[in-house]
């Protein structure tokens, strides 16, 4: 690039980037800042011994602090003082903090693998994506747009696990194993509902008119959606204490105490042996 065409270059991209309508803070900050709360909440993983350490006070100051520099790119869009938000996001951290507890509880009680809470704090993927979202879900509340976003997409790329963060979800939820797990924006799941590797909880149709509508489904309390199952549509409706076995089709609403289950036929055949050849 001759030094002519890198100055027009670097013009017209100077000129592009004010025209953008938000800036945002860094992928890097945004995960730091989400595993280092869900760390200040659940100290269960050390770091190393040489690590200086702070008391909860100072910690709790810290995360604060980060928060308030994420959100500093974008005041133009915030409706509200930064302080304020700052202030409503941090009095909702007590209720958080108790509904990742029955989530945790949920998923130790109900995986016959699980060893204790303390790993399904520490290491389990659907515990991470589940408390990530919990979070987010509290900044989309009060607000702050995008940032949400980025936290799931943070967890989505750690766990495979996709939560929007708009996405209303009760207490006591569990996800097992979680890859190619997908909950959409409109989705409504209940309380002690239990998710599957591969569920897909989504629309019917992909479209931008329908931006402002229910696009996705709604599932009951008690449900259990086994792996790869797909439930579309913002009027299907998952009635409580139902199964929806693996591999389902679902874009109609079942009844609650409902069995659904995939249908398919899987032939065995005997090996034919081969005839023999003929002695010549």
């Known amino acids: 690039m001759t030094a002519n065409h890198q100055e027009v270059f670097f013009k017209r991209l100077s000129g592009q980037n004010e025209k953008y309508r938000y800036k945002l803070p860094s992928r890097d900050d945004a995960g730091t800042f989400i595993q280092n709360l869900i760390n200040f909440l659940f100290p269960i993983s050390q770091d190393c011994p040489s690590c200086p350490s702070k008391d909860l006070a100072m910690k ?5 602090r980060d928060l308030s520099c994420m959100l500093q790119p974008l005041l133009p869009q915030l409706e509200r003082d930064t302080e304020v938000i700052l202030d409503d996001i941090f009095a909702q951290v007590p209720e958080i903090y108790e509904e990742l507890l029955k989530d945790a509880k949920s998923i130790t009680d ?18 991470m994506a589940i408390a990530t979202y919990r979070f987010a879900h509290s900044f989309a509340k009060a607000g702050i747009p995008l940032l949400p976003r980025m936290l799931t997409e943070f967890a989505h790329s750690q766990t495979g696990i996709d939560i929007h963060p708009n996405a209303i979800i009760g207490h006591s939820f569990f996800i097992d194993h979680g890859t190619g797990v997908v909950i959409g924006e409109t989705t409504r799941i209940g309380n002690n509902v239990k998710l599957y590797q591969g569920v897909t909880l989504g629309a019917t149709h992909v479209s931008k008119s329908l931006a402002s509508r229910k696009r996705h489904p709604t599932i009951e309390d008690n449900v259990v959606v086994y792996a790869n199952a797909t439930i579309l549509g913002g009027e299907t409706v998952i009635g409580h204490d139902s199964i929806i076995g693996g591999n389902a089709w679902l874009v109609r609403s079942v009844p609650p105490f409902s069995q659904v289950y995939h249908q398919s036929k899987i032939e065995i055949r005997p090996q034919v042996k081969a005839t023999e050849a003929p002695a010549t």
Request: glycine share 4%; hydrophobic share 40%; net charge negative.
């Open 60 to 64: 709790y100051a810290d995360l604060r």
């Open 110 to 127: 109900n995986d016959p693998a699980s060893v204790s809470i303390e790993e399904v704090i520490s290491v389990y993927p659907g515990f």
